[in-house]
């Protein structure tokens, strides 16, 4: 069994940065895909971002890319998400997800274990 917890959300004004952690336990995340979803309040759970195990391999939403930047630290059994830029429309609850298969995906069933989510909340 993984255990996700994030870290990191909080207010932050239009234009500014938050990091974003996700620190694992019960199992050693070397061979996982990690990703980050997020929900904004009203709308559905949406793919942000992933990391393939080997951490060679990123993907991006279009919405994010070129801002947000993804990575891990699988010594620390730890990934992180650097948002820069930050927009009201990034306002959402951030979700950590772990898939077990390594291979990643922008779908949510692709993902066996999830954190409890941290707040973002930008202000315009």
């Known amino acids: 069994q993984v255990q996700l917890v994030e870290s990191g959300g909080g207010l932050v004004q239009a234009g500014g940065s938050l990091r974003l952690s996700c620190a694992a336990s019960?199992?050693?995340?070397?061979?996982?895909?990690m990703a980050w979803f997020r929900q904004a309040p009203g709308k559905e759970r949406e793919f942000v971002s992933v990391?393939?195990?080997?951490?060679?391999?990123?993907y991006y939403a279009h919405s994010v890319k070129g801002r947000f930047t993804i990575s891990r630290d699988n010594a620390k059994n730890t990934v992180y998400l650097q948002m820069n830029s930050l927009k009201p429309e990034d306002t959402a609850v951030y979700y950590c997800?772990?898939?077990?298969?390594?291979?990643?995906?922008?779908?949510?069933?692709?993902?066996?274990?999830w954190g409890q989510g941290t707040q973002v909340t930008v202000s315009s």
């Open positions: 997800a772990a898939d077990e298969s390594g291979l990643g995906s922008r779908f949510q069933t692709a993902y066996e274990y």
């Open positions: 019960g199992r050693t995340l070397g061979s996982y895909a």
């Open positions: 990391i393939m195990w080997s951490g060679g391999s990123t």
